[in-house]
């Protein structure tokens, strides 16, 4: 049973336990700040948990080697009290004294805070949205997600049960796109490649092709990308697909090979979507909540766009996917940072009492 | 103590979570929000159009024909899950240029099925067509001479106090384009209104632009009462026009429960409601390979286009018994390029007529008197006698019927149902 | 070693060879889109000046053309594309670098363009929301405007289709079928519609269409006058004459029988 001093008001709220939210947690925690951790799902870890990913790029670092140690302390920890199954429906105040309103399943609660920081993360784009990949109406057309799930269970099948022979990663799927979401998901092209290559590791014989419009893998990912054409013989097609069609037995996959300069039209047993980051309900809840803006594609708009963390409101600290996509590790260090303005704050506070 | 504002929601398969009952509208909006914002082509400006439309009228510019009650309209959805009105009395026929030369099947299906559901139409010979032969197929036109063609059109069929219901795709997307450009255009719209003015017309803009396919949609639970023959073993393929759901996305009709919203809802949804089986094929969303001058300077990138990418997937992976479409060009291409294909060795081959020819022929009517298939040259006798019709009796009917007409006999013509509305007179304009 | 006389003979034979591509067609010479290149490389340069500001200057093209991220989305729904060698996604990158060098419009015009279907398949997908079906229907009448050989040999064949449009509102009418010389790969079928084509027109159950063979339906007088009236003051007559001067002649002689001033 953990010893929490529930009466304190220098308390930070920290919304959202995926990398960020927990890297805030951990750090302020390890200062000696007390934390109201709240999640509105049942476990903590955020997108990494949830969608069970496999591992993370670029060295396939298993996942649970970067979030278990943040999960355990966060849960472990006497300064920080864990809110599973709740998000907030209210908040009034100032920076250095909120009143928030909880939602848990012991009923609201009423909450003093002095300082919050929003790390409510993103959702994998529906692509029941764009009827043209066939996603949720033709069987064995599965998002990034999906795959990853099954990388981790070490079983990758069809919805009909069968092991796929040849496979289709679509890329920039909601995204890049002015009809769906017209902006780049950052870490897709990356992901695709790694799970392309565990792919290949866990079933030998499956011929996997990547049709993209362009290969962002950042930075040090990039040898990823390399790898994946020296070492495990995947294959590069450039062209956005057109269609994605069931036959009844294959899907078959429409686009323009436009290196080449042809059409392509090509059976595969399995097309796995790269379906991109997109502000998800919890950060649109969250803003109405807090009063906070959002950019006109729905993300969080910090006050000026090169610096996360400062929503522009006193006391409120944005990190994270909810302010635009990036990778697990550059959500963690957002954490830390504005995990840092929250600490600074609550710095002069102590300093002024 | 739980308190009574709150609802379970289900975040994924094993997942719930408890939220306010206000949040939960945000969770299920999801599906039907998200497909509003989904803007392919011009969504977004489309609707912008629609808005300033309406700021042109509130402040006198122009007048819009509106689809008002007398119209019996009905509601469907589009792309962008706006609500658009469609009138099903009252109609102003938008004729095709194409259908009425050589497939008058058609146009005379079409008249007869408003006949027997009663419906009051004006066929006028007061209508030039869209022309916009000449805008796609040879570019012998300009955006303000299309533009004051369609509004001259809009005029008269506002005079007659009727709606104007358009026939063929290609008009239909030009009329999109064309009302685009006069809403947006402040330059397009002076120069129109100066021609139209020198005619004694001026500027009405219809405020929805009505594709008859549409119309058969609205109408299909109506068509089906009246069903005579049993096309239960019947399959039917569907060739969406490109005009009609490509060109200008956001305005064609979708609905939610016809093929789950992916696709237009017209044509396949009279197949469903007419009790005919509905089949898919791998090149749906092909064009038929009509191409304007195509068809008739470059013949055998049509024929060959229209053969190998349409109508043999259509028969090899489906085994329809009949292709329908919804548009001039498309029957056309689709009909007449079976010929030289079946005179090569080829076997594949099946019948292409529109969606209003095939409801009039499940309502009873005549094969060759009404839906005049003796212009169709892709073989329609397997699919008459699966419905049932006899059709060597009709055609012996027919050559009689003919032999009455060579000798001066005139033809028992499909009369519209006495009109409700009267014209308006004595209009005048702002100016 | 060549004499003054065998030189000066291959010089006349180059110079007559000239003559002879002047309008482009350069049969057995240089493959593909090289002979498209060489002549907009020859082409009056003001004429090709003019083109590219036209294009840009059009109503529609502000709403047509956006960046262009070459992912291939449109020509991958372009059916030409199947047939031919003709992208929707080149033609909106040489729109694209037209800015910098507009002989790549000129170019296109020559042959390119009128593979089109106007389908608009790639205006449908394109995430940018381009439109390349749109962008070749603008250079289709600026080519028709100026007269340009490609657009002469693209119309003429089916000039009779034309006027009759611009005449009458309508196109292909009945009396097309009267015999099967214009439409024989339909069929044999239609050798024994066009024998009873009359009949089987006076029998249709339509009462503006029956017995109308010259026209789709029977349109008014005034309304083919008025139609006229449109495109002789949008100017329509004057786009035409360089490309369809006979049919041009025809329409004004036709207008003016109508009594449109």
């Known amino acids: ?183 780049c998901c950052t870490v897709c092209c990356g992901v695709s490649i790694k799970q392309a290559i565990e792919l290949k590791q866990l079933l030998k014989d499956v011929q996997i092709y990547m049709i993209y419009m362009d290969i962002r893998t950042i930075g040090l990912w990039e040898k990823l990308y390399w790898d994946s054409m020296e070492k495990y013989n995947i294959n590069y097609i450039r062209g956005r697909v057109g269609e994605v069609y069931y036959t009844g037995e294959k899907l078959l996959v429409k686009g323009e090979d436009t290196l080449v300069r042809g059409p392509f039209e090509v059976l595969f047993d399995m097309v796995v979507l790269a379906v991109g980051i997109e502000p998800g309900e919890g950060t649109r809840q969250i803003s109405k909540v807090l009063g906070l803006n959002v950019n006109e594609y729905g993300f969080l708009a910090p006050k000026i766009p090169n610096v996360h963390f400062d929503s522009g409101k006193d006391g409120i600290y944005l990190a994270g996917t909810c302010v635009a996509p990036m990778s697990v590790e550059e959500s963690i260090a957002e954490g830390s940072a504005a995990a840092m303005q929250a600490a600074k704050l609550m710095n002069r506070i102590k300093v002024r009492a | 103590m739980m308190p009574s504002e709150n609802s379970f929601v289900q975040l994924g398969e094993n997942e719930q979570v408890e939220i306010p009952k206000e949040d939960v509208k945000l969770f299920e909006k999801l599906s039907t929000d998200r497909r509003a914002k989904l803007a392919m082509g011009t969504t977004e400006d489309y609707l912008r159009m629609l808005e300033k439309m309406k700021e042109l009228e509130k402040k006198g510019e122009i007048i819009v024909h509106h689809v008002e009650e007398d119209y019996k309209p009905q509601v469907v959805k ?203 094929y791998s090149t749906w ?147 | 070693m060549e004499s003054a006389f065998s030189m000066s003979i291959s010089k006349k034979v180059s110079r007559m060879l000239q003559r002879l591509n002047k309008d482009g067609w350069h049969y057995g010479g240089l493959p593909g889109l090289q002979w498209e290149a060489e002549n907009a490389r020859n082409a009056d340069r003001e004429l090709i000046q003019e083109i590219a500001k036209e294009l840009r200057e059009d109503v529609r093209f502000e709403e047509f053309y956006h960046a262009c991220i070459n992912c291939g989305n449109c020509t991958s729904k372009c059916p030409p594309f199947r047939l031919v060698d003709f992208e929707p996604r080149i033609v909106v990158q040489k729109v694209m670098h037209s800015k910098d060098e507009p002989e790549l419009l000129y170019q296109m015009m020559d042959q390119y363009i009128w593979s089109c279907f106007q389908c608009y398949s790639c205006w449908e997908v394109c995430p940018a929301h381009n439109n390349p079906g749109g962008l070749v229907a603008i250079l289709k009448e600026i080519a028709v405007k100026h007269g340009l050989n490609s657009a002469k040999k693209a119309l003429e064949p089916y000039s009779k289709i034309v006027y009759k449009i611009m005449t009458t509102g309508t196109q292909i009418t009945p009396d097309m079928h009267t015999t099967i010389a214009l439409f024989k790969d339909w069929g044999p079928h239609k050798a024994e519609l066009a024998k009873n084509i009359r009949a089987e027109r006076a029998a249709v159950p339509v009462e503006t269409m029956a017995g109308v063979m010259d026209k789709s339906w029977r349109v008014d007088e005034e309304t083919m006058k008025e139609l006229m009236f449109i495109e002789k003051e949008a100017g329509v007559f004057d786009a035409v004459e360089k490309t369809l001067k006979d049919v041009t002649d025809m329409v004004r002689d036709t207008a003016k029988e109508a009594g449109v001033e």
Not at chain 2, 230 to 237: F, G, H, I, M, P
Request: with cysteine.
């Open chain 1, 1 to 183: 049973m953990k010893n929490l001093n529930k009466e304190s008001n220098d308390k930070v709220l920290v919304i959202g336990s995926g990398p960020a939210g927990l890297r805030a947690a951990m750090d302020l925690a390890e200062l000696g700040i007390h934390v109201l951790l709240v999640e509105k799902r049942g476990e903590l870890g955020g997108a990494p948990i949830r969608w069970k990913y496999h591992s993370l790029a670029p060295d396939f670092t298993p996942t649970e080697q970067v979030l278990g140690p943040m999960i355990e302390f966060c849960e472990k920890s006497d300064l920080i009290e864990v809110k599973r199954n709740s998000t907030v429906a209210e908040c009034i105040g100032e920076a250095g004294n909120f009143t928030v309103t909880l939602n848990t399943p012991d009923g609201r609660e009423r909450k003093n805070v002095a300082a919050i920081i929003v790390a409510t993360g993103f959702e994998h784009f529906d692509a029941r949205v764009d009827p043209r990949y066939s996603y949720g109406r033709a069987p064995n057309v599965i998002g990034i997600n999906e795959l990853e799930v099954m990388l981790s269970q070490g079983k990758v099948t069809g919805h009909d049960g069968k092991v796929p022979r040849r496979v289709a990663f679509i890329f920039c799927v909601g995204s890049r796109d002015r009809s769906t979401n017209p902006w």
């Open chain 2, 78 to 280: 589009t792309l962008s899950n706006r609500e658009k009105k469609i009138p099903t009395e009252e109609l102003w026929q938008h004729k095709s240029c194409g259908q009425c030369g050589h497939i008058p099947g058609y146009i005379s299906a079409l008249y007869w099925i408003m006949s027997e559901l009663s419906i009051p139409f004006v066929d006028d010979t007061n209508q030039t067509s869209c022309t916009a032969w000449n805008y796609y197929g040879s570019g012998t036109s300009n955006s303000v001479a299309l533009s004051a063609v369609f509004l001259r059109n809009m005029h008269v069929a506002w005079e007659k106090n009727a709606y104007p219901l358009i026939h063929c795709g290609t008009s239909y997307g030009d009329y999109k384009e064309c009302r685009f450009l006069v809403v947006m255009s402040e330059d397009i719209r002076l120069k129109v209104r100066s021609i139209l003015n020198k005619i004694g017309r001026d500027i009405v803009i219809p405020e929805e632009l009505v594709h008859y396919s549409e119309w058969l949609h609205v109408v299909r639970e109506r068509i089906a009462e009246r069903r005579k023959l049993d096309l239960s073993q019947v399959k039917a393929a569907v060739h969406p026009a490109c005009h009609t759901y490509k060109l200008m996305a956001e305005d064609y009709t979708y609905d939610e429960k016809i093929l789950d919203g992916a696709r237009p809802a017209p044509t396949s949804s009279i197949i469903l409601a007419l009790g005919a089986k509905l089949v898919d």
């Open chain 2, 285 to 431: 969303y092909d064009c038929c390979g009509f191409g304007f001058r195509h068809i008739l300077t470059e013949r055998e990138i049509s024929r060959s286009f229209a053969y190998f990418r349409k109508i043999r997937p259509v028969v090899k992976e489906t085994g329809a018994d009949v292709l329908l479409t919804h548009d001039t060009g498309c029957v056309t291409t689709l009909d007449k390029s079976q010929i030289v294909a079946l005179a090569h060795g080829y076997k594949e081959t099946v019948p292409v007529i529109s969606d209003s020819q095939f409801a009039a022929l499940a309502m009873g009517a005549h094969p060759f008197k009404v839906c005049q298939l003796q212009w169709h040259l892709a073989d329609w006798k397997p699919l008459l006698s699966k419905i049932g019709i006899d059709w060597q009796n009709a055609e012996k009917e027919y050559k009689e019927y003919i032999e009455a007409i060579k000798k001066g006999m005139k033809p028992s013509f499909i009369r519209s149902a006495p009109r409700k509305l009267q014209p308006r007179v004595n209009v005048s304009f702002a100016g």
